[in-house]
């Protein structure tokens, strides 16, 4: 048996399983961030463990789309807000002052929305940052494992305008290799539907006949200066 191709296989059906069943939401998603974008909002992401994966495939890449801002924990670390154990015992998501610590280091803005992403949407942190965005007016769109979610009776979605589903089994893992499950699914569909939702973002700008704020690599000539054009107008809101 070839264990590679077996992956392969089934995460390519996962994958085409993913986007056939969530195409309209992937659609509507990128519609919502593309008009908090167009309204000088910047989308404010935030994953939880691996969800902090999603995250980094939106958020300040080449070919990506500028507007996009990761709120990240190892900063409070580096700003001495937060101590790196929290992190990793998991307590940080049990800590609703983590949220008050992002806003003495972010600049952040009554015209943003949220992308919330976490695999069983039930830590406290995530569903207080939620809450607190809705009581504001704001948009928030919630990445879950939706099978992991009803099981552990998630909270998330409570608060989401729209949500993507990572289309995982409950556990997480892709392969059983005598008798032994190893390898996971819900990584990797949920980067493909990140980068599907960045090409739909793009589609919304063009077919309206905006320029899209597609970064550019580093590699490329002028890529800085161009870059600078994009983020400059956001002062520290974006990066």
């Known amino acids: ?6 992956y392969f296989d089934l995460i390519k059906d996962r994958v085409s399983d993913a986007y056939e069943r969530q195409k309209d939401q992937i659609r509507a998603v990128a519609e ?4 908090c974008m167009e309204n000088k909002g910047v989308v404010q992401l935030f994953g939880v463990r691996h969800g902090e994966e999603f ?15 990761g709120l990240k924990l190892k900063e409070l670390v580096l700003k ?5 154990e929290e992190i990793d015992s ?10 008050d610590k992002f806003a003495q280091i972010y600049d952040l803005d009554d015209r943003d929305m949220y992308c ?5 949407g039930n830590e406290p942190l995530i569903v207080e940052l939620a809450s607190r965005a809705k009581e504001k007016g704001q948009k928030v769109v919630a990445v879950v494992n939706k099978k992991s ?3 552990c009776a998630g909270k998330l979605l409570d608060y989401a305008d729209l949500y993507l589903d990572m289309d995982a089994d409950e556990p997480d893992l892709a392969l059983d290799i005598d008798g032994i499950r190893t390898g996971q699914l819900s990584s990797t569909v949920c980067n493909v539907i990140a980068q599907m939702i960045t090409a739909e973002i793009y589609n919304c700008f ?10 550019l690599s580093a590699n490329i000539k002028g890529a800085d200066v161009h870059n600078n054009s994009l983020t400059d107008p956001y002062g520290r809101r974006v990066r």
């Open 55 to 69: 995250v980094n495939e939106l958020n300040y890449r080449a070919g990506g789309i500028a507007p996009f801002h």
């Open 1 to 6: 048996m070839d264990i590679k191709k077996a």
């Open 206 to 215: 063009v077919s309206k006949g905006k320029e899209a704020p597609v970064l």
């Open 149 to 151: 979610y009803d099981l």
């Open 116 to 120: 919330l992403v976490s695999f069983y």
């Open 32 to 35: 919502m961030f593309s008009a």
């Open 80 to 84: 001495e807000l937060l101590k790196q």
């Open 90 to 99: 998991g307590a940080v998501y049990e800590d609703l002052s983590v949220i």
